[in-house]
């Protein structure tokens, strides 16, 4: 079956220009499924880069973050074979593929099939057939598989990009954002597991509590887990607004005053309790360490391995997988401290803001 976003959706590939724009109120499109220009992004190039200039990212798009320093660290060269784990839009795919040509060969993953295709299609027309990309929908923790069953002796180099995109982000209908009326589903993969709303509705307080303390940092997470169960008793949690209105109604308890969702103090609570949410549906930091345990042995000696992060449970795995590798000796050369944007990148695009790009160099002997 067809994922709703995919069928609610209009694709850019099949359908650059629709024939008649979707009906809205006032000047311009305000939701997320009326902006035609954004969502058909090669069409209309220059309403996109309008949008950018502003500081915001296009509908559909997603705009590469750290691409100058994950290139400087991956060092592509014609002929190379990399992997990029996270394709998402293809952003960086795009990058590093101008560098491999002639002759090289980019392998793009992505749990999401949504976007893998989407973004397939997107490369296909910037002129990269089958002989110098592919992609393929997989979760990347299966990449220690994968990759030495078609490339034994390993590849030139891995990226990975963490977390979502702003296409699942700024998508109501994956229910991501607390920022989109939409349902409460999460998942990058929609036709795997529970969604959030599934899980919220199951979830035991204990472990809820453990998610929201270790995935989102969430202060006094067990109060705040007693008070969703509580909560899903009466009604069950459904849309992206329920859970941010039980987050809202439940911050007094924790100590604060009941206010608006858009306060400074709340905004920052409820953002927590989403992505603790979000990486406990996709189990993410199982399928991260997953990752880093297989990275080395899918990298030829002196190949590249390049992570960029946004949050402290994330960096601190990553942190963590390099030191050891780079103690046993598999990685010859380990960063010693993270790569930031550069202030002017932040300025055009927030999203970067909390971004932390680590890197490590396999051994000539490994
Ligand atoms: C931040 S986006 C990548 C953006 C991309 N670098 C670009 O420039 O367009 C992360 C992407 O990774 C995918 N993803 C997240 N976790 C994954 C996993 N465990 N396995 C495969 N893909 C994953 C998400 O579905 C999303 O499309």
């Not at 309008?50 to 990212?57: D, H, I, L, N, Q």
């Not at 560098?99 to 002129?127: E, H, I, K």
């Not at 036709?191 to 453990?210: F, H, I, Q, T, Y």
Request: proline letters at 8%; charged letters at 25%; a positive charge.
């Amino acid at each position: 079956m067809m994922p709703p976003s995919a069928a609610a959706g209009p694709i850019p590939e099949t359908n650059p220009r629709p024939a008649r724009r979707p009906r809205y109120p006032g000047k311009n499109p305000r939701a997320f499924h009326q902006k035609y220009k954004e969502l058909n992004s090669d069409s209309y190039p220059e309403t996109v880069r309008k949008v950018e200039a502003s500081g915001k990212t296009a509908a559909g798009t997603h705009r590469p973050i750290c691409t100058q320093e994950i290139l400087g660290v991956l060092s592509p060269r014609p002929g190379q074979i990399g992997i990029d784990a996270t394709l998402g839009y293809g952003g960086h795919a795009e990058r590093l593929l101008q560098s491999l040509n002639p002759g090289g060969f980019l392998l793009g993953l992505d749990t999401d099939g949504v976007q893998l295709q989407r973004a397939t299609a997107r490369l296909r027309t910037l002129g990269y057939g089958p002989e110098s990309f592919e992609g393929i929908q997989t979760n990347f923790a299966g990449i220690g598989r994968l990759v030495p069953a078609r490339w034994p002796g390993g590849v030139d180099f891995i990226l990975a990009d963490l977390g979502c995109s702003s296409m699942q982000l700024d998508d109501p209908l994956r229910g991501f954002s607390f920022k989109h009326q939409g349902p409460l589903d999460m998942r990058m993969n929609q036709n795997k597991g529970p969604s959030a709303a599934e899980w919220l509705g199951s979830v035991k307080e204990d472990r809820l509590a453990r998610a929201l303390r270790e995935h989102g940092d969430v202060l006094n997470a067990e109060a705040m887990a007693r008070g969703l169960c509580d909560a899903r008793k009466s009604a069950p949690i459904r849309t992206t607004t329920d859970l941010k209105e039980i987050v809202r109604r439940l911050c007094p308890m924790l100590g604060g005053k009941l206010r608006s969702p858009k306060d400074p103090v709340i905004e920052p609570i409820i953002r927590q309790v989403f992505q603790a949410v979000r990486i406990a549906v996709n189990d993410e930091f199982s399928a991260l360490e997953m990752f880093l345990r297989a990275a080395a042995g899918c990298l030829k000696p002196g190949g590249r391995l390049a992570v960029l992060t946004f949050h402290s449970g994330e960096d601190r795995r990553v942190k963590a997988a390099l030191k050891r590798d780079g103690a046993r000796g598999v990685y010859g050369a380990v960063a010693g401290d993270v790569l930031r944007p550069a202030a002017e990148e932040i300025r055009g695009n927030p999203r970067a803001s909390s971004a932390k790009l680590r890197w490590a160099v396999k051994a000539p002997s490994a």
